[in-house]
């Protein structure tokens, strides 16, 4: 349920309807708008209350929302949410498409610089990289843990790089978002609903990127679950999801659920076509689609030597790729009036 507050509502106003909301004992949301704010309720509000709600100073209207992600709701939240990072960058629909481009792990300093340098060179402002790595064997390459964490950060300020990395458990969110500027819950860890709530009660921005197995409706109340913690932060990144042909490629990249979401709700989408595809020769054509179809950014793996890569080498694209899929995205962000 949202109370619609009238334009001319005082502080006053709003505050009385949160004191009711909490003596009806839900917990209130308030979003302060341009013209009107409306406050949320929260709770199970099947109980009722929106009576008394409607008939309060300064109260315009009372919606109930059918929707169990309210908070990630366009009903709720008119306007885009955009997302903004330490050095301006900014990651929405009225901000250039960004940018998130490195490999797939942190392997050395000397891997990350190769690509950070070319990522500085061509205006890509984001630097990805797992340091935990959510493996399918216990026995392949988990990542470099704190020392990748190190690295990633050295190197990204050392170019001017917002760093973006995955957090595999609520035990390291604290550590990871000492190094990081955006926190990335993997497709496997969509599910882990603890960890959502720790994300949750940071402030960092969170990519949320779905699970191969998860409907658009679970993956909004994935991000319902952060959100409802007061971490407003949240960027949805479609990743592919398993279907039943994985001969030619990983996974089926599932471009429309970018203008289901833009319609359903008010986050910033961005795309994974590096493990939406599988196969770095469908990197850049999908990269293009994802553009053409509204992404607000793409995250994308890269690798000098993509023939060592210790994970996902058959989908990392070489370095000296890159200033090719800046001008293709260049290219597609001009045609549909986009800023890059
Ligand atoms: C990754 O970004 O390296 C990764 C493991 O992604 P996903 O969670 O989408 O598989
Ligand atoms: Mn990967």
Same mark, same amino acid.
């Given at each position: 349920m949202i109370v619609v507050m009238r334009s001319d509502a005082t502080q006053e106003n709003v505050d009385g309807v949160v004191e009711k909301i909490q003596e009806l004992g839900y917990r209130a949301d308030v979003e302060p708008g341009e013209f009107t704010s409306v406050v949320a309720v929260i709770g199970d509000t099947t109980a009722g209350g929106d009576d008394v709600l409607r008939i309060? $100073? !300064? #109260?315009?209207h009372v919606v109930r929302i059918m929707k169990p992600y309210k908070h990630v709701s366009r009903d709720f939240r008119k306007r885009d949410t955009v997302i903004d990072l330490p050095n301006g960058v900014k990651i929405g629909p009225s901000a250039p498409v960004a940018m998130m481009v490195g $490999?797939?792990? #942190? @392997?050395? @300093? +000397? /891997?990350?610089? /190769?690509?950070? @340098?070319m990522d500085k060179k061509l205006g890509f402002t984001i630097l990805r990289g797992g340091a935990f790595k959510p493996r399918t064997s216990p026995y392949t390459f988990q990542g470099l843990g704190l020392e990748g964490l190190r690295i990633l950060r050295n190197v990204a300020d050392e170019y001017g790089l917002m760093v973006i990395t995955e957090v595999m458990s609520e035990m390291d969110v604290e550590m990871c978002e000492e190094y990081s500027d955006i926190l /990335? =819950? !993997?497709a496997r860890t969509m599910h882990a609903f603890r960890l959502l709530k720790t994300v949750g009660q940071t402030r960092k921005p969170v990519?949320?990127? %779905? !699970?191969?197995?998860?409907? =658009? %409706? +679970?993956?909004?109340?994935?991000? +319902?679950?952060?959100?409802? +913690?007061g971490n407003w932060n949240v960027i949805m990144c479609e990743r592919g999801i398993r279907s039943f042909d994985d001969e030619f490629s990983r996974n089926v990249l599932d471009l429309t659920a970018v203008q289901i979401l833009k319609k359903e709700s008010h986050l910033p989408v961005v *795309?994974? $076509?590096s493990h939406g595809t599988g196969e770095r020769?469908? *990197?850049m054509p999908m990269a293009k689609a994802a553009i053409?179809? !509204?992404a607000d950014g793409l995250i994308i793996e890269a690798h000098p030597d993509p023939t060592t890569a210790l994970s996902d080498g058959a989908q990392s694209l070489p370095v000296d790729w890159l200033p090719e899929l800046q001008k293709q995205v260049h290219g597609i962000a001009k045609a549909i009036g986009r800023e890059v």
């Open positions: 309060l $100073p !300064g #109260v315009d $490999p797939c792990a #942190v @392997e050395s @300093e +000397e /891997q990350v610089r /190769q690509v950070a @340098e /990335q =819950i !993997g990519l949320l990127k %779905r !699970g191969f197995h998860a409907t =658009i %409706r +679970e993956w909004l109340l994935s991000a +319902e679950y952060i959100i409802s +913690e *795309v994974d $076509p020769d469908l *990197v053409a179809a !509204g």
